[in-house]
């Protein structure tokens, strides 16, 4: 049996390679087209989903993972470890956390030797890749659970996002952005540039049209508050090849290719929200 086991689901946009890698246990949101539903990652992957966007034009919606299925996999894979912790995005976006938190209650209510830890991250996509990475190093260790939570939390508060997306529509409808903004940014060819603030994106800066707009955006990383170029490591997050190579360039002419880590493709659940034109940087800050 294993010491500490982990979990996620298809929020933190980790590649199966790295699901293979650091063998974690992951649960699937459903995401629905009109009266149209799909298992993410089982029934629909992310090609598919951005090509079912372009050709329908209709904006998806995203939905827990059932009940009962995250009941099932909870049990299974808590039995297979002394603790299993079970990484969630933001609670402030999903209810994933909260069901999670009930059924781990549930479990350990029937079965006392169980333990089951859910942590909300507080955060999205390959932010959460990072908190199970950090986690799992730190088991590999011989951290306790209570240490690896902490220090995999702290881990990536470390970190900090910028995110500019296509079509603002996607973030207005998923609630993610006020509706106002969405049209006086697309009437004015304004870009937001946003970020996590205490588990929601927001708006942080806006930049105007796209000439340029990488350039500026590296300005932005720049002019970070605990950005040392010379102690920092990034990671490109989108869902649009061409602008992720782009972004890639910017930054690389900047602060040199061997910064960059790893370009993750966002899939359909954060991809529901911010299209299929959506690019990022995830940098990381020096503790202030």
């Not at 699937?28 to 090509?51: K, M, P, Q, T």
């Amino acid at each position: 049996m294993k010491r500490i086991g982990f979990m996620i689901d298809t929020s933190a946009d980790m590649p199966e390679e790295l699901i293979e890698k650091y063998d974690l246990k992951k649960v699937n949101f459903i995401v629905n087209f009109d009266d149209e539903g799909f298992v993410a990652h089982e029934e629909i992957s992310n090609e598919e989903f951005y090509a079912k966007i372009r050709e329908t034009g209709i904006h998806p919606k995203t939905a827990q993972t059932p009940y009962q299925t995250l009941y099932d996999a909870l049990l299974e894979n808590a039995k297979e470890c002394e603790t299993l912790i079970f990484y969630t995005l933001s609670s402030k976006a999903s209810g994933q956390y909260q069901t999670a938190t009930l059924i781990a209650k549930e479990l350990m209510e029937e079965n006392p030797e169980l333990d089951i830890r859910v942590v909300d991250t507080q955060k999205f996509s390959m932010y959460i890749g990072m908190a199970v990475i950090k986690a799992y190093e730190l088991a590999q260790q011989g951290a306790s659970a209570d240490e690896i939570i902490e220090k995999s939390l702290e881990h990536i508060n470390q970190y900090e996002v910028y995110l500019i997306v296509d079509d603002l529509n996607y973030l207005a409808k998923g609630g993610r952005l006020k509706k106002t903004t969405a049209i006086i940014g697309t009437m004015l060819d304004i870009k937001p540039v946003l970020g996590i603030v205490d588990g929601l994106i927001e708006p942080l800066a806006n930049l105007r049209v796209k000439k340029k707009i990488y350039k500026k955006l590296v300005e932005m990383v720049k002019e970070s508050d605990g950005f040392n170029p010379d102690n920092t490591d990034m990671m490109i997050i989108h869902s649009n090849e061409v602008y992720a190579n782009e972004l890639h360039t910017a930054l690389a002419e900047e602060f040199g290719d061997e910064k960059i880590t790893a370009h993750i493709e966002i899939g359909p659940i954060i991809g529901t929200h911010t299209g299929p034109g959506a690019v990022a940087v995830v940098f990381r800050k020096e503790c202030l």
